[in-house]
């Protein structure tokens, strides 16, 4: 069930990859000192750079 946007709303290019944002910018929980992070994805369009979304990859740590 996923709604996806598969249009660039900048330039309109329909040609959208992903990266996958993982290292030293890992997003980690807030609350959480030594919580385990998560890999940020990021939908960006190939023709003019712009991110339509981004993600975590797991979002069950970010979890209260
Ligand atoms: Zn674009």
Known sequence: ???QIDKC???GCTDIGR???AG???VAPYEKFFGLGSVLIHRI???CGYV???YVEKPSRFKE
């Open 9 to 11: 709303p900048k330039c």
């Open 24 to 26: 030293h910018a890992i």
């Open 19 to 21: 990266g996958r944002q």
């Open 45 to 47: 369009c190939t023709n």
């Open 52 to 54: 339509l979304e981004s």
């Open 1 to 3: 069930m996923e709604n």
